[in-house]
């Protein structure tokens, strides 16, 4: 135990000298290797490799790109205007169409930061020009945002279908109703505070010709999420390929059809969506890592005995895990913590008969749920370990 405490050590005093998680585990378990010597240096280096040698881990930075491209290639803002033909008129209905957009768009990148770049970025600034409260505003458009790891495909259980060995797809499914109520919730929240506090303009209704010329606008963009979900579940393609279909077709739509991608923004797209997934890379090497010498030192069945002494009520363990994940997600990142806990919980959960497909809902939405909570309010940006 005491290699364990010094792994754990190491690991927070990297995190409390602001050093990104990804580095933090590194240092961890490159400081325990050197100072205990209970591994060759050796066992490093092959996890980073081995860790990042998987296909299902390329619809990571495929994903990332798709996201960026529809965003450059005026996606996202084909799927407002649609949402402000027919639900233009509601009350709250910025608010609304902040949220719905937001769900679409979630469908197509799989990503909660790119959610937010792209209907945020549009959003927010028509959301203050109507007398939208302006910490309303943002803090809407985060939580819109946080249905990307939720709704399909996610990026989020593309990570934890690899740790835990479970169906991508089978994931994928299961998150879509969540996600679908998570998006109702907020649709209502908006409504009840927009008509409280009198938020937005009431606009009069949209005329069918209106709508159709809308629909028409945005017909390539709601194709989307049906080719990549509909390839997916039909079995055409699996998510890798799906991610790589994703971004076939954006570079089709921005550059050919609706002619906003420009060639000269792929560079900096390209750019990017590197430096994103060289970080992703980092981080899943370094956890790997990091969870394999907590494996050696025997560390997950010591927690797992702890937790047992509590209590052997399955209930009450995931009453636990669930507190634990919410205080988790308000403090690091989402694939991080999924990276770093999911081995270990798996460990306590998987022998009390929970199912680890259940589990991955119950670990990413409660991890999304905290990242939208403080201390991780937009307005700041939170801890400098918490985002790449």
């Known amino acids: ?35 205990t010597g209970i591994l060759p240096m050796e066992f490093f280096v092959q996890t980073l490799f081995n860790s990042t040698d998987s296909f299902p881990l390329l619809a990571v930075p495929f994903f990332v790109l798709a996201g960026d491209i529809m965003m450059e290639g005026g996606i996202s803002t084909r799927l407002v205007n649609l949402s402000k033909a027919f639900i233009g ?50 803090g809407l458009a985060a939580a819109s945002g ?28 299961a998150g879509f109703i969540p996600g679908i109520f998570m998006a109702a919730a907020l649709i209502i929240f908006a409504y009840i505070m927009s008509k409280k506090h009198k938020f937005g303009h009431v606009r009069k209704p949209a005329t069918a010709k209106e709508k159709l010329r809308a629909v028409n606008d945005a017909k390539w963009a709601i194709l989307v999420p049906i080719i990549i979900l509909g390839g997916i579940y039909s079995g055409i393609f699996t998510p890798t390929e799906a991610a790589i279909v994703a971004c076939d077709y954006g570079l089709i739509v921005g550059i050919f059809v609706y002619k906003e991608l420009k060639l000269k923004n792929i560079v900096p797209i390209l750019a990017r969506t590197a430096l994103t997934s060289g970080y992703v890379l980092i981080l899943v090497g370094c956890a790997t890592a990091f969870g394999r010498l907590l494996a050696i030192e025997q560390i997950p069945n010591a927690i797992a005995d702890f937790v047992y002494s509590i209590s052997t009520n399955k209930y009450v363990i995931l009453l636990i895990i669930n507190i634990l994940l919410f205080i988790v997600g308000m403090f690091m990142d989402t694939l991080a913590s999924i990276i770093i806990l ?15 497909l259940h589990f991955g809902l119950i670990m990413v939405m409660n991890l999304v749920i905290g990242m939208c909570t403080p201390p991780w309010p937009p307005a700041w940006g939170g801890f400098p370990w918490s985002r790449p």
Do not use: K, R, W
């Open 89 to 138: 008129n509601v009350t709250g209905s910025m608010g609304i169409i902040t949220v719905v957009t937001s769900a679409i768009f979630a469908s197509i990148s799989g990503s909660g930061p790119a959610t937010v770049a792209a209907v945020g970025g549009i959003m927010i600034p028509i959301m203050f020009e109507e007398n939208y409260d302006h910490s309303f505003a943002c």
């Open 146 to 173: 946080a249905l990307g790891p939720i709704i399909p495909p996610s990026i989020c259980f593309v990570m934890y279908g690899i740790i835990a060995q479970v169906s991508i797809t089978d994931l994928f499914m």
């Open 1 to 35: 135990m005491s290699n364990g405490l010094l792994i754990f050590l190491l690991f927070a005093g990297a995190l409390l000298l602001n050093i990104p998680i990804a580095l933090s585990l590194g240092i961890a378990t490159v400081g325990t290797i050197l100072i």
């Open 342 to 356: 999911a081995p270990l919980l798996l460990n306590i959960v998987v022998p009390l008969g929970v199912d680890p």
